[in-house]
């Protein structure tokens, strides 16, 4: 339902411009809705992957620094073809790979099984650096280009088709090693979109 939501996440504003319906109740509502699929769902399984009295609770921070990213999102002007933090359809993606790789990798599930301490730390410290990159200043990528030129989208072309063989490759394994990518790709391309504005 993440990745349903991602996709509907991706397509909701185009289909809006195209029909000429799009309005203020409309930004504020997609915004509600962002925040429930990629805040609080992505909050409440950390909280079950935790499941340790002492960290769970840090998967709230997860739906805190959403909410702070989608309302600084929404009176920011400069993240028209780019974003400033990571956006939160991005971090809802890479908290929900991780259940289903548990679910899909026997490896994975026996480390998870039989170091709970491990588990505990690795998730409580990817929550508190998912919340981090959210509202962080670096620029990244947008999937919502201008155009279709080679020159301008090098970067988008990259992560798209690097996406679709690692997930063939690695199946759910690939969301961490896509989101570093996009990360990584996002920080080398900034001078020229910050060129192309």
């Not at 929900?96 to 480390?111: C, E, K, T, Y």
Request: proline fraction near 5%; glycine fraction near 4%; include cysteine.
């Amino acid at each position: 339902m993440v990745i349903f939501a991602a996709i509907a996440d991706l397509f909701d504003g185009m289909s809006a411009r195209l029909l000429k319906v799009s309005s203020p109740i409309g930004k504020e509502l997609d915004s509600l809705a962002d925040m429930v699929s990629f805040g609080v769902v992505p909050g409440m399984m950390v909280f079950q992957l935790i499941n340790n009295t002492y960290f769970e609770w840090v998967g709230l921070c997860i739906p805190v620094f959403a909410a702070l990213r989608l309302a600084n999102f929404n009176i920011d002007t400069r993240q028209k073809t780019s974003f400033i933090g990571v956006p939160t359809p991005a971090i809802a993606l890479l908290i929900a790979s991780f259940p289903l790789i548990l679910a899909h990798s026997d490896m994975w599930n026996g480390m998870y099984l039989s170091n709970i301490t491990l588990v505990c730390w690795f998730f409580s410290i990817l929550s508190v650096i998912c919340s981090a990159l959210m509202v962080s200043p670096i620029r990244l990528l947008s999937m919502k280009a201008e155009n279709l030129s080679w020159g301008v989208n090098k970067a988008r072309y990259i992560l798209v088709l690097f996406s679709i063989l690692a997930i063939f490759v690695f199946q759910f394994s690939a969301v961490p090693i896509i989101m570093l990518l996009y990360i990584v790709l996002s920080l080398i391309a900034n001078p020229a979109e910050a060129d192309h504005e």
